[in-house]
């Protein structure tokens, strides 16, 4: 059970390139979230799903692009990197209707635009 | 303005010197008030899950408690293992099932 896998782990970009940042989950977790980090700023929710097909922007979405196909992936897409998209960005997942569940977090991908 | 606090933003220890961390929330409805854990370079692990005043859940040298307003995450005689960022996440009616998280409490204990 290897639970929420994000990649790549590390990656560096241009002002301009695009990229797609990978998350799978094995869990049959229903919901899954797209986060980003900043040092100070907490967590901050970029993208959601409730369910394959079904996707949502969060408190920060400008830039970024979801989609979900299936129930184990989620990738966030980069449209137009931009120096202000450097952070590290944690993938999450949590079971429907479990409410005892807190969301189960992926290891991270730090991204650096230059 | 919904908004999750914590405080202190960081915290010195020695080993076995016990204390608390506090988090504030102002939100409408809570559905969930949850704990987490994160480790320099890992994503965050999940702790507690609190949903009334007055409920406590423990783990090991940890005792989370809620109250109306906020939420207290208690260490007692804590090792060097401890050290971490503490997350605290509420989940709210207004919210769905996505969480509001706060800023962070960064623990380090010294041998």
């Known amino acids: 059970n290897a639970g929420v896998t994000q990649t790549p782990k590390f990656q560096v970009l241009k002002t301009g390139q695009s990229m797609t940042l990978q998350c799978a989950q094995d869990?049959?977790?229903?919901?899954m979230s797209w986060y980003r980090q900043d040092p100070g700023m907490g967590l901050r929710l970029i993208h959601y799903s409730v369910g394959a097909g079904i996707t949502d922007q969060g408190e920060v979405p400008n830039g970024y692009n979801v989609s979900r196909s299936t129930t184990e992936d989620f990738p966030l897409r980069l449209l137009s990197a931009a120096p202000s998209q450097t952070s590290v960005y944690f993938c999450a997942s949590r079971p429907r209707d479990r409410r005892n569940y807190g969301y189960t977090f992926g290891s991270g991908t730090r991204l650096t635009v230059v | 303005e919904d908004q999750v606090t914590q405080s202190p933003e960081a915290l010195r220890l020695q080993e076995g010197e016990s204390s608390s961390l506090n988090c504030s929330y102002t939100v409408s409805g809570l559905r969930g008030l949850f704990w987490y854990r994160q480790d320099p370079g890992k994503g965050p692990e999940f702790l507690f899950t609190?949903?009334?005043a007055g409920e406590e859940k423990e783990k090991e040298r940890l005792k989370a408690t809620l109250t109306k307003k906020e939420s207290f995450l208690h260490i007692t005689a804590p090792k060097p293992e401890d050290s971490a960022t503490y997350l605290c996440a509420v989940q709210a009616e207004n919210y769905g099932q996505n969480f509001v998280f706060g800023p962070g409490t960064r623990l380090s204990v010294l041998p």
């Open positions: 609190l949903y009334s």
């Open positions: 869990m049959n977790h229903e919901y």
